[in-house]
């Protein structure tokens, strides 16, 4: 049974992050060899257990520091090809910069090492500071204490978002938020009484701009998307935010296509999509939609029937999806077959001959309790906050649930940093280590002005 159970697991690929088990395999060497249990014996030298932890707490920190110099270098790499795109224009100036510098020209794929330890690592946007936030987070959960227990997923995935928070807090400008069970519990509406309404209130008068990002499609409709959200607006009231403030905070429906803006009145207000979509999106035709969630609804019913599942289909304009009866249950693996499977075919669709025409950008996602197919997908919900609003990659945090390839958080990786959480309490806890770093940064700029007036006062009296 024990070993059955590991075989079938090691090919359940969708449901492993390859980096996170890349670190998880590199932190078993000192685990293994090292962190060993407490001898029984009377050998005082034998019994050293301070010793051994820091010992321990030493080689983890080696392996992450070199892992963060692997991140380095890739992002290194990233920058420099960046720069050399701006000579595109110039084959000769390309070259020789190209040359110089030792990098790869335009059209040769990433050849950074952690690309080839890795070959499906997504970009980095910042540097990761991994040892100061294994450091963080072996003080509160022992990590290198442990010999019965190695490094999890939990762990690392803990220590990446908090190594993600501290280097992209300086420079933050955008931060984007799913909603069901990274918000609110899944299918729930945000309570009033949500320990995150303070949290938030706490970005928008950091002069951050707040979106959240959300599968839901309602087009349109900003009172759906309201009643959803009705205990952070009116959070929003009881705090009197300002006009300026509410006008930083924006909601991302059906993935990418429909956008509202929060008023000074604390209500959500449609923005047309010719105001915020550029020209690729707003060529998609009806014709083209229609092809692909025909499509995809063809296979979510062959789901449904070949696995008898209690459930039914929904069409909207740019979705399809298929969610449960009443009070009914169904396994995740059974989501993760609807979602596979519709990928699948959508993908090879697309491929043929027939299809090639209509092919546009889906997102095919288990959702939790449901599946849903969506014309447009977060990356291109992100690109498109990232051009209206003014932030670059590098300024923009997206906070999620749904980080496996099954997932609709997935894609955002490409775009911008990302933080991955698995319930409300851990968005608490993330946002909590944020705001603590951004009222750090506030204080120390209050001081700096505060010098700078002192400077200039002083300067004048000496004249």
């Given at each position: 049974m024990t070993s059955m159970y590991t075989i079938n697991y090691a090919l359940r690929a969708h449901k492993r992050d390859p980096f996170i088990e890349f670190i998880k395999g590199m932190l078993m060497t000192p685990f293994v060899l090292h962190a060993k249990p407490i001898p029984q014996t009377d050998d005082p030298t034998e019994k050293d257990e301070e010793y051994h932890m820091d010992a321990n707490v030493a080689r983890y920190c080696d392996i992450l520091s070199s892992i963060e110099e692997l991140i380095n270098l890739k992002v290194l790499k990233k920058k420099n090809n960046n720069f050399i795109q701006s000579f595109v224009l110039f084959p000769a100036m390309l070259l020789l910069i190209s040359t110089y510098l030792g990098i790869h020209v335009l059209g040769v794929p990433d050849q950074s090492r952690l690309k080839r330890l890795v070959p499906s690592i997504s970009t980095f946007h910042t540097q990761l500071p991994l040892r100061e936030s294994f450091l963080s987070a072996n003080a509160k959960h022992s990590i290198a204490a442990r010999r019965f227990v190695p490094p999890s997923f939990n762990d690392i995935r803990r220590i990446l978002n908090t190594a993600q928070i501290t280097a992209i807090a300086p420079k933050l400008k955008l931060i984007t938020f799913d909603g069901d069970m990274t918000l609110y519990d899944d299918g729930q509406d945000f309570e009033h009484d949500s320990a995150l309404v303070n949290l938030l209130v706490s970005l928008l008068k950091y002069n951050l701009i707040v979106?959240?990002?959300?599968?839901?499609?309602?087009?349109?409709?900003?009172?759906?998307?309201?009643?959803?959200?009705?205990?952070?607006?009116?959070?929003?009231?009881?705090?009197?935010?300002?006009?300026?403030?509410?006008?930083?905070?924006?909601?991302?429906?059906?993935?990418?296509?429909?956008?509202?803006?929060?008023?000074?009145?604390?209500?959500?207000?449609?923005?047309?999509?010719?105001?915020?979509?550029?020209?690729?999106?707003?060529?998609?035709?009806?014709?083209?939609?229609?092809?692909?969630?025909?499509?995809?609804?063809?296979?979510?019913?062959?789901?449904?029937?070949?696995?008898?599942?209690?459930?039914?289909?929904?069409?909207?304009?740019?979705?399809?999806?298929?969610?449960?009866?009443?009070?009914?249950?169904?396994?995740?693996?059974?989501?993760?077959?609807?979602?596979?499977?519709?990928?699948?075919?959508?993908?090879n669709y697309l491929n043929s001959p027939w299809g090639k025409k209509n092919d546009l950008p889906f997102c095919a996602f288990n959702g939790g309790s449901d599946v849903w197919v969506d014309i447009g997908n977060k990356l291109i919900g992100v690109q498109i906050l990232q051009q209206f609003l003014g932030a670059t990659p590098g300024e923009t945090l997206h906070v999620g649930d749904q980080f496996l390839s099954t997932g609709n958080d997935f894609a955002t990786r490409h775009q911008c940093c990302t933080l991955w959480i698995v319930n409300p309490d851990e968005t608490q806890g993330v946002l909590l280590e944020l705001t603590a770093l951004l009222e750090a940064k506030k204080s120390e700029r209050s001081l700096l002005t505060l010098l700078d007036h002192s400077k200039i006062l002083l300067d004048s009296q000496t004249i």
């Open positions: 979106c959240v990002v959300t599968a839901a499609g309602y087009p349109g409709d900003a009172l759906r998307y309201e009643q959803r959200l009705s205990g952070l607006l009116k959070g929003f009231e009881n705090a009197r935010l300002s006009k300026n403030m509410c006008e930083k905070f924006f909601v991302l429906g059906g993935e990418c296509n429909y956008l509202f803006q929060c008023k000074e009145d604390y209500h959500l207000k449609y923005l047309p999509e010719t105001k915020y979509q550029p020209q690729n999106i707003l060529s998609w035709s009806s014709d083209q939609i229609n092809a692909i969630l025909d499509v995809a609804q063809e296979n979510l019913q062959r789901c449904i029937d070949e696995m008898k599942l209690q459930c039914t289909v929904l069409r909207k304009s740019k979705a399809v999806g298929e969610y449960l009866f009443y009070n009914m249950k169904r396994y995740e693996e059974q989501l993760d077959e609807c979602v596979l499977s519709t990928q699948h075919r959508i993908v």
